[in-house]
């Protein structure tokens, strides 16, 4: 973890969160249960580190095999799914469905997952919507994601908070949001998750002389 990073779970607990009663932290490990859970912080802007296992041996099917997930401002959903495909078998559910996709609005680049019981990793750097006073948006969302160190998403567009029943559409909303990890029914486990808030610098330097050519 950089030494700037603030620790959203260390393995020891998830003092972090709201709404973990229910979930489990044992060996270093926090197991989904009881309800999604949000950062007590709230966050704009940021680099986000989270270390995932979908179940082995792995039940269910579709969305519902090892379905978690990462919501960047508790809006924006990054799936987590059991999406290892081993060549017996068909896709396994929708392709803006799928683990690593921005869900419902964009799929991973390329397939990056590891096998259920595997630990994975994803490395969000997350780029809010900016919105005007009236509310309307002057910025979209972006967001750039390595799944086990692979690109899936980079500098992708986000076009609203994550909605499974229609189509995405901008909703002007605070500066800084709770993330939240999701509970979608499945024992999904976590580790190591960090974070490093990015607000972009107010510049401070000097300018630079201009060099005549
Ligand atoms: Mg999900």
Known sequence: MPSDAIPLFDGLSLDAW???DAWTVSDGVATVG??????KQAFGDCQLHVEFRTPSPATGSGQGRGNSGVFLMGLYEIQVLDSFEDGTAGPLTYPDGQCGALYKQRPPMVNACRPPGQWQSY???FTRPRFAEDGSQEQSGRVSVLQNGIS???????????????PPQPMAHADALPIMIQDHGNPVQFRSIWIRPLEPLVPTETPRPVFEQ
């Open 18 to 20: 709201e709404g973990a």
């Open 123 to 125: 490395d969000i750097l």
């Open 34 to 39: 009881g309800g999604a859970i949000r950062t």
């Open 152 to 166: 899936i998403h980079a500098d992708t567009e986000i076009l609203g908070p994550t909605a499974w029943h229609r």
